[in-house]
Nanobody, 124 residues
Framework: VQLQASGGGLVQPGGSLRLSCTTS????????LAWFRQAPGKEREGVSL????????YYVDSVKGRFTISRDNAENTVYLQMNLLKPEDTADYYC??????????????????WGQGTLVTVSS
């Protein structure tokens, strides 16, 4: 099983990034997918979730209206489009997969597979 996040980088406040998480080794279409982030000195935070069943999406309040999660079951990839980025969005961003379903608010222990992070730095 592999989950590989990419797309992070340095961006100015107000800018955009699109994160991708490519996966392999498990049946992607029956897994809920989520993005987490962990800022320096802070606990890991669940940012967004997309379900397996009907593609419903959920967002933590701090990113609502700015971030969009999506999935491509044909490509086994989940995305996080991040717009209007703020310095407080600076963090390592991780993708994770939960078999069949997952709760909202996110519960980390429901996730079966985790990827490596991609660093997002929002700074002028």
């Amino acid at each position: 099983v592999q989950l590989q996040a990419s797309g992070g980088g340095l961006v100015q406040p107000g800018g955009s990034l699109r994160l991708s998480c490519t996966t392999s080794g498990f049946r992607f279409d029956v897994y809920a997918l989520a993005w987490f982030r962990q800022a320096p000195g802070k606990e890991r935070e669940g940012v967004s979730l997309i379900t397996a069943s009907d593609g419903s999406t959920y967002y933590v309040d701090s990113v609502k209206g700015r971030f969009t999660i999506s999935r491509d079951n044909a490509e086994n990839t989940v995305y996080l489009q991040m717009n209007l980025l703020k310095p407080e969005d600076t963090a390592d961003y991780y993708c994770a997969a939960a078999y069949l379903g997952a709760s909202w608010p996110i519960k980390s222990d429901e996730y079966d597979y985790w990827g490596q992070g991609t660093l997002v730095t929002v700074s002028s």
